[in-house]
């Protein structure tokens, strides 16, 4: 292991040890290489003395070796120490997943599962080890990737992991700002954070800088004007408590602990460097909730699953409320680290079409599958409201419309009370923040992507409604999100909409015996010119009636397909009643059959 990674990887965990870790909480330190040795035994951290003295326990020397079975049987053994049983205990095994060794993890794998203990990986490298990530599945555990070349995704895995998970969001610690930048030498970098008003506690502006034991300069710009630095000596427009900067001149971090709550609004940073040499700075800001009478906004993220094979596509989602309330209208945007060392964005969608799965509950989502090559995949979310404007949706029923059941016999039942979905009032805007949450990984195990691999997505938003009850004639509005090329992502080629006249269930069970709908039936829209995904569709269409009075039931399906004639699923079936004569007792009432009757009749008698 060269010396760069393992200054790193000291940095790294330092952070975890000093900010991370809380009050109460109990550490200890595993160093495996051709064996496992107890650096540390189960401290628990009650002021920074103790901190410090895990700090001065951490490896300084690397080695060639790895035996990741060793530590985990010493991690183990630690636990125990004190004479409790280790189940309940987390182990986070910070590797490159490699192990040359034995006893190798599948050969401990058995042991660890029965002690009942919750295993955790972070890999900083892209090296597959099977073994451990099934381990860390069985365990109930999360495995983290980030590049090395951009610590601040392995930053936020240890920040993720050491987060409460007991629900209680008042004691949970938020990332409001994270940024990895370059400054050059004798140069000055700017930097902004915005402080909402549901955190402010405990708020902590750390950074950290790439090499040399001599520290970067900081001044810290508070929203009124005045100015916390690393150089104690500035005399004017000085912040009270000046200075609160905490320099680790060995592990190459700076801190500022705010004391109290910090104030509401945009704070600056300007980082400096007065020595010849470039560094490489990550800034992160952390906060609590300001006060147990406001409701904190919360971001929870995840991915639908881990691994991840040819022709699969993986969706990444995020949950944004505060308190029961949805946040509807945030920008939310997936960064997606990739092991070649790039990285890619995605924007997610809380709009009602796949992967989403209903409209403004807060949940926004979407597929990616831009595999660069097989191997680890980190990602990271970043909910904001830069250039958008947020708001609360009003507590309601999350309960979906529910327009029908399937029976035991596989018929489509209708529900005679089901509408068009009514979207509920806004409560109230929602001010500006940001949050970012950074997720486990995936692997991607399939084979290098090449050609077009993928379908459009699943339309999952069809929606349908007589555009007249008085004028059969004027046809029907179907209205729905498109998908795109790859899943939700571009445009696809065509799309392949269907019906059923008083026969919901075969739109279910036999899409392509189904009557079709060509142009020839189509009023407004174009079935061959699919818009871009994401965008609304709308098409006015009128079927063949020949034959039916009164009122039917008529419903629909639709698919769409790429240019290389990849299919999606059925959509949802999108029922409705079609008023053929007006609804009895109305001025209209009329035999709209009759007519269609005499107009074939005039047509026939015209060719006679």
């Not at 628990?44 to 985990?72: E, F, M, V």
């Not at 090395?148 to 998970?165: E, H, V």
């Not at 034959?547 to 629909?556: E, V, Y």
Request: hydrophobic content about 35%; glycine content about 8%; proline content about 5%.
């Amino acid at each position: 292991m060269e010396g760069t990674r393992l200054e790193q990887m000291r940095q790294t965990v330092s952070i975890f040890i000093s900010q991370s870790v809380a009050v109460g909480d109990q550490v200890g330190i595993v160093e495996f290489n051709t064996k496992a040795y107890k650096l540390a035994s189960l401290t628990t951290i009650q002021d920074d003395s103790d901190r410090t003295n895990l700090l001065n326990k951490l490896p300084t020397k690397a080695h060639d070796s790895t035996c990741i079975g060793c530590g985990l049987e010493m991690a183990i053994t630690v636990l125990k120490e004190q004479g409790v049983s280790a189940a309940g205990g987390n182990i986070i095994v910070f590797t490159d997943g490699e192990e040359n060794q034995k006893p190798m993890v599948k050969d401990v794998a058995d042991e660890v599962v029965q002690k009942l203990v919750v295993v955790d990986a972070i890999y900083y490298t892209t090296s597959g080890n099977a073994d451990l990530e099934q381990l860390v599945e069985d365990t109930n555990g999360v495995w983290f990737y980030g590049d090395m070349a951009d610590i601040t995704q392995i930053l936020g895995a240890f920040q993720s992991l050491a987060s409460p998970n007991d629900g209680d969001v008042f004691t949970e610690t938020f990332k409001v700002h994270s940024s990895s930048f370059s400054v050059d030498k004798y140069s000055t970098y700017t930097g902004s954070v915005t402080i909402d008003s549901t955190v402010g506690n405990q708020t902590l502006f750390s950074f950290t800088w790439s090499q040399y034991n001599i520290a970067i300069n900081v001044e810290l710009e508070h929203p009124s004007g005045c100015t916390y630095s690393t150089k104690p000596s500035i005399t004017t427009n000085s912040c009270p408590g000046h200075p609160l900067a905490e320099i680790n001149a060995e592990f190459e971090f700076v801190e500022f602990p705010l004391p109290g709550t910090a104030t509401v609004g945009l704070w600056k940073y300007y980082v400096s460097t007065s020595s010849a040499y470039s560094q490489v700075v990550t800034a992160t800001v952390t906060s609590a909730a300001s006060s147990k009478q406001i409701q904190p906004i919360v971001v929870s993220s995840g991915l639908d699953q881990t691994d991840v094979g040819t022709g699969q596509a993986i969706v990444v989602y995020a949950q944004v409320s505060q308190g029961f309330s949805p946040v509807l209208g945030a920008q939310v945007f997936a960064s997606i680290g990739t092991p070649d060392g790039g990285e890619t964005s995605i924007e997610l969608y809380d709009a009602g079409a796949a992967p989403d799965v209903r409209l403004n509950d807060g949940v926004y989502s979407r597929y990616f599958t831009g595999y660069t090559s097989p191997g680890r995949y980190s990602v990271e979310v970043t909910v904001s409201s830069t250039d958008s404007n947020p708001y609360l949706q009003s507590p309601g029923s999350r309960a979906a419309l529910n327009v029908g059941t399937v029976n035991s016999q596989g018929n489509v039942v209708l529900n005679p009370n089901a509408g068009k979905y009514v979207s509920r009032a806004p409560s109230g805007g929602v001010e500006n923040f940001t949050r970012i949450v950074t997720n486990g990984g995936f692997s991607y195990t399939g084979k290098p992507i090449s050609g077009d691999k993928f379908p459009p997505s699943r339309i999952l938003d069809l929606f349908v409604e007589q555009n007249d009850v008085y004028s059969w004639s004027d046809g029907l509005t179907l209205s729905f999100t498109a998908p795109g090329s790859d899943y939700d992502d571009g445009k696809a080629s065509k799309y392949d909409l269907r019906y059923t006249i008083n026969n919901v269930s075969k739109l279910l069970d036999n899409f392509d015996s189904c009557l079709p709908i060509n142009e020839t039936f189509v009023k407004s829209g174009n079935l061959t010119a699919p818009s871009v995904a994401g965008s609304k569709e709308n098409f006015v269409v009128l079927p063949l009636l020949f034959g039916h009075a009164d009122k039917i039931t008529i419903a629909f399906a639709i698919r769409a397909f790429d240019q290389s004639n990849n299919v999606a699923d059925p959509s949802n079936v999108a029922p409705t009643t079609f008023f053929v004569d007006p609804p009895p007792g109305s001025a209209h009432a009329f035999k709209a059959s009759w007519i269609v009757s005499l107009t074939t009749f005039l047509l026939l008698s015209f060719i006679m």
